[in-house]
């Protein structure tokens, strides 16, 4: 079974930095997508970044272009979230996603807190 930790989430300042993790546990032998989404109490989860296996091309939601950076180490099967200018409308949690584009299949962590607060 593929399996998806996240690590990085924690408290933080308004205006301050985070750095999420997101190790895989199998290398990904087809097309997918990588991504990270968030969700607060009450509302839907969300795209915040992803970024294909192929091209290595990015999107990010609107609330987050310019102050977030998603990456990718393939040798070491991660994904990084670079977060900056933390805001609080920025709290929540943060889920790592993969997704197989020709079957459909997709992988979820379980999740890592972020809570920007003063």
């Known amino acids: 079974q593929v399996q998806l930790v996240e690590s990085g989430g924690g408290l933080v300042e308004p205006g301050g930095s985070l750095k999420l993790s997101c190790v895989i546990s199998?290398?990904?032998?087809?097309?997918?997508?990588s991504a990270w989404y968030r969700q607060t109490p009450g509302k839907e989860r969300e795209l915040v970044a992803a970024?294909?296996?192929?091209?290595?091309?990015?999107d990010y939601a609107d609330s987050v272009k310019g102050r977030f950076t998603i990456s990718r180490d393939s040798a070491k099967n991660t994904i990084y979230l670079q977060m900056n200018s933390l805001k609080s409308e920025d709290m929540g949690i943060y889920y790592c996603n993969i997704r197989l584009w020709d079957q459909g299949t997709e992988y979820w962590g379980q999740g890592t807190q972020v809570t920007v607060s003063s």
């Open positions: 970024i294909r296996s192929i091209g290595g091309v990015t």
């Open positions: 199998h290398k990904m032998q087809s097309r997918h997508t």
